[in-house]
């Protein structure tokens, strides 16, 4: 089963609502990281949230890390046409010989 | 300004045929990877590379050999091209070996195999 599992697959909102996925993992990792995925296209990088933090914001986004619990989740507040994606989480595993882990990702569709 | 760049957006091979896809990246980077990606499966790694002329394991790496001649230009390889190898594969970077920075990726490129 994948390391980081995410969680909607799925997401229509209206522009302007606040858009919440979450991403479970499994064993403990060194950071957390967020990327976004245009259709087609590839990864962008969005935020990375190292082990010993909580929470982290960079503009609309917010993250939060929850290791006893081994989730985290990805706020985007306003939200716009343009954060219409596919959004990855990823994990850098503590004993994972020093490469990133992906989830499936969570489709968040923003209706105009 | 492109970072990461990947020779072709989309490519249709023949069945059997040896396929190169190159990837190069500005930035100075130890760190390369080769991802492939599916619908349903997400991203799983095929190959990755800290430095030039190293090379390690991913968890997909049967079918395919990569290179790394030159610390920018990370090549995947498959040598004897079969459908199931049909996929979207995304080439990525990053600086350092602790795996503490994002991955840059390149635009993909969309691999037909008939």
């Known amino acids: 089963s994948q390391q980081g599992e995410e969680d909607p697959q799925a997401l229509s909102i209206q522009e302007g609502e606040n858009a919440t996925m979450n991403c479970s993992y499994k064993?403990?990792?060194?950071?957390l990281q967020w990327y976004r995925q245009n259709s087609g296209r590839g990864l962008v990088h969005l935020i990375l949230i190292r082990s010993n933090e909580r929470e982290k914001h960079s503009g609309r986004l917010r993250v939060t890390l929850d290791t006893s619990k081994k989730s985290s989740s990805l706020l985007i507040t306003a939200s716009r046409a343009a954060d219409t994606a596919s959004y990855f989480c990823?994990?850098?595993?503590?004993?994972?010989?020093?490469?990133?882990?992906f989830g499936q990702g969570t489709r968040l569709t923003i209706n105009p | 300004d492109v970072k990461v760049t990947q020779s072709s957006r989309y490519l249709v091979k023949r069945t059997g045929e040896k396929v190169f896809l190159e990837c190069v990246q500005d930035?100075?980077?130890?760190?390369m990877f080769w991802y492939r990606q599916d619908p349903g499966l997400g991203l799983r790694l095929i190959y990755f590379?800290?430095?030039?002329?190293?090379?390690e394991k991913g968890d997909i790496p049967e079918g395919y050999s990569v290179s790394r001649e030159k610390k920018e230009r990370f090549s995947l390889i498959l040598e004897s091209a079969s459908t199931n190898q049909t996929s979207m594969y995304l080439c990525?970077?990053?600086?350092?070996?602790?795996?503490?920075?994002?991955?840059?990726f390149g635009s993909g490129t969309r691999l037909t195999v008939v």
């Open positions: 064993t403990s990792i060194n950071n």
């Open positions: 990525a970077s990053s600086p350092y070996r602790q795996g503490a920075y994002g991955y840059t």
């Open positions: 990823a994990t850098d595993l503590i004993q994972g010989a020093q490469k990133l882990v």
């Open positions: 590379s800290y430095d030039v002329k190293m090379k």
């Open positions: 930035m100075d980077h130890e760190n």
